[in-house]
């Protein structure tokens, strides 16, 4: 471990680049791809990554286009993708050496580079090191502990945002019928201020648009959100969006360089073959954003009032052209008191707050008032804010004035990052329960689920902390390292009777372990799963409310690994016993019984049209809610059939 001084000794300061992808993303990949999964092996994976039938991304959530390229993926998804198809494996022999006191001093680096986990392994109370233990030991002893509580309200599920649809559904059945909504996930700590924004605003808390509507729209504005580094296929998009003449608005603190521009690697994306070879060797992209706003940090809602004034001005100045006010009269509410509250707001508090002037806000309202559509994407820059709530209100508001959503290429995007986070969401990973979900998933399975409000992400760290939780089950993602106050969560963590993290990979959650420690190690996404009922798939749900399957090519790198949904059932089957309700060995036999239980349950829109409840923004006198929008597009959820590929 390198000590403070040492590592501000190696500190650099270059100038920012430019220039995003092109050559360097090529070598970058590839260097990661073939060191850690081999030549062959590598180029395979990267053959079946995001293609159709193939392995969906362990990255990011940004939607698969219709029509695949044959490099249908960018350098983080090539990073993911070789961490987990790595051979490598540590198990038995690796936990002798090393005492989890001394791997807990290890960073993540080191710990992801020792390879796969291949068996079952516990960490028993008052010992230093992890040792084998069978899977049936380990399920029996889970259960112990689960039905040895006061309450089932002392056990947290926690969920990682790479859990399958197929997986995070079982999860949640089983927390439920063990008598708990302590579902954490990491929504709690990325995009929950979305969730609750939009669902306030317009009824729907997810992304209104597909990928074509992005790509054919004739503005975008990214705010809070880096592309070329949280999603860098974002950038693809963004460059067919260009080639059809959309402009860009960037308002973020940094010129980021996927933002300035951008050198696509993929040379199936270029109409003249010439051009590539001589774009990557030149590193010369195309210019992306047409104007960028350095918002001070947190201004984003000032930029956004001061950009809604000027369309106010605007139409003031040329009336009834400017906003769309049959849309605002039949589809929202709340516009007189929207407008009084954004008078009052004074032009120098918007430039105290932006950080910017008049001038430069202006010229960005004028690109809006000259676009006829527009999209609005954002993430984590945005949602992380105290005001986060209320700035996404806002970016509602500015579609509203004008009837940007609801239609073809306009609407909103907010732009999840795990590759499943959303999906996660969808199938019912929350702390709270959906009436409408209760009452079809207590009719499905003939149950009665709790009906208190389980913990959420910091309630989860509180309850642990005062010993109100004694079991915490991790189904993946990194708990400690994810979320905030570390030493509050390790010490939390510590103080459980049993801690059990699922996982591919070794990490700190694991080593910050309660008096008793579980690692089941499950298969990869690349893997093949073989269950009763032969080979199986999982499913993700992209940021744009894709469904898309997953199927593994690569065998096993050990025969100890187990799928996420078959450890979901062996847990139910063992904790719950006769008191389930739920038929476990079939749906783990074939995940078509799980596909077809979940429409049942009412949780995709299955309407050819999206409806948008009644309802009003948070935010007092400064609001817009949407009445009733519907019929002017189609639903953007496709859904997959059982045993049907999309």
């Not at 180029?43 to 219709?66: F, I, M, T, Y």
């Not at 809602?301 to 906003?323: C, D, F, Y």
């Not at 709270?432 to 209760?438: A, I, L, Q, S």
Request: net charge negative; glycine share 8%.
């Amino acid at each position: 471990m390198k000590k403070p001084h040492q590592i501000e000794s190696n500190l650099k300061i270059s100038k920012p680049p430019d220039t995003s992808a092109g050559r360097h993303a090529i070598e970058g990949a590839l260097k990661q791809v073939f060191s850690k999964a081999g030549v062959i092996r590598g180029s395979r994976g990267l053959l079946h990554l995001n293609q159709k039938g193939g392995v969906d991304c362990q990255s990011c959530a940004w939607p698969d286009p219709e029509h695949r390229t044959i490099n249908e993926f960018c350098e983080n998804g090539a990073k993911a993708f070789a961490d987990e198809a790595m051979t490598e494996t540590i198990g038995r022999d690796f936990f002798a050496k090393y005492a989890v006191s001394e791997l807990r001093q290890r960073d993540d680096y080191w710990l992801n580079k020792q390879g796969r986990l291949a068996e079952p392994v516990i960490k028993k109370s008052g010992s230093d090191h992890y040792e084998p233990i069978s899977w049936e030991d380990a399920f029996q002893l889970i259960a112990s502990e689960l039905n040895a509580l006061d309450s089932p309200n002392e056990a947290i599920f926690y969920t990682s945002g790479r859990t399958s649809n197929e997986a995070a559904f079982l999860y949640q059945l089983f927390a439920r019928q063990f008598g708990t909504n302590n579902l954490p996930d990491c929504s709690n700590m990325c995009h929950e201020s979305t969730s609750v924004a939009l669902s306030e605003a317009i009824g729907l808390g997810k992304a209104s648009i597909v990928l074509e509507d992005l790509e054919t729209t004739e503005l975008i504005i990214v705010m809070g959100q880096n592309p070329g580094t949280n999603s860098p296929r974002m950038l693809s998009s963004l460059r067919r969006a260009k080639m059809n003449g959309a402009k860009i608005i960037s308002i973020n603190p940094l010129a980021e360089a996927g933002l300035v521009e951008f050198v696509d690697p993929n040379p199936q994306h270029y109409s003249n073959p010439l051009k590539y070879p001589v774009a990557l060797l030149a590193d010369k992209g195309i210019p992306m954003a047409d104007i960028h706003l350095p918002v001070r940090i947190g201004g984003d809602m000032a930029v956004l009032k001061g950009l809604m004034k000027v369309i106010l001005e605007r139409e003031s100045e040329q009336p009834s052209s400017i906003l769309d006010h049959e849309f605002i009269r039949q589809k929202t509410s709340g516009f007189d008191e929207f407008i009084n509250s954004l008078n009052k707001v004074a032009w120098a508090e918007i430039e105290f707050g932006s950080g910017l002037t008049k001038e430069q806000i202006t010229a960005a309202a004028e690109l809006i008032v000259a676009s006829p559509t527009m999209v609005t994407c954002w993430a984590m820059g945005i949602t992380q804010h105290r005001d986060a709530v209320a700035t996404i209100e806002d970016i509602v508001n500015l579609h509203l004035l004008r009837g940007q959503i609801g239609k073809p290429r306009a609407g909103l995007c907010p732009v999840r990052g795990h590759s499943n986070v959303q999906g996660d969401r969808t199938m019912g990973i929350w702390e709270k329960m959906n009436p409408r979900f209760r009452e079809n998933l207590e009719t499905e399975f003939n149950f009665q689920t709790p009906k208190d409000d389980g913990f959420n992400t910091v309630h989860a760290i509180a309850a642990m902390r005062d010993g109100r939780a004694k079991v915490f089950f991790a189904m993946g993602g990194n708990f400690l390292t994810a979320t905030p106050d570390t030493h509050v969560v390790a010490e939390g963590l510590s103080q459980c009777k049993l801690t059990v993290s699922v996982l591919t990979k070794l990490n700190h959650t694991a080593l910050t372990s309660g008096r008793t420690s579980l690692i089941l190690p499950c298969l990869g996404r690349s893997e093949i799963d073989r269950g009763a009922g032969g080979e199986q798939f999982v499913s993700t749900e992209s940021t744009m409310l894709n469904v898309q399957m997953s199927k593994g090519i690569y065998e096993p790198v050990s025969e100890h690994l187990r799928s996420e949904p078959w450890i979901v059932c062996q847990l139910a089957k063992v904790t719950l016993g006769d008191r389930t309700t739920v038929d476990w060995d079939a749906m783990c036999a074939d995940y078509d019984r799980i596909r077809e239980a979940i429409p049942h349950i009412g949780l995709h829109h299955t309407s050819p049209d999206i409806r948008w409840s009644d309802g009003y923004c948070g935010i007092p006198g400064a609001l817009i809610g949407l009445r009733q929008l519907r019929g002017r597009r189609k639903s953007a959820t496709r859904h997959l059939p059982p045993g049907g590929v999309h």
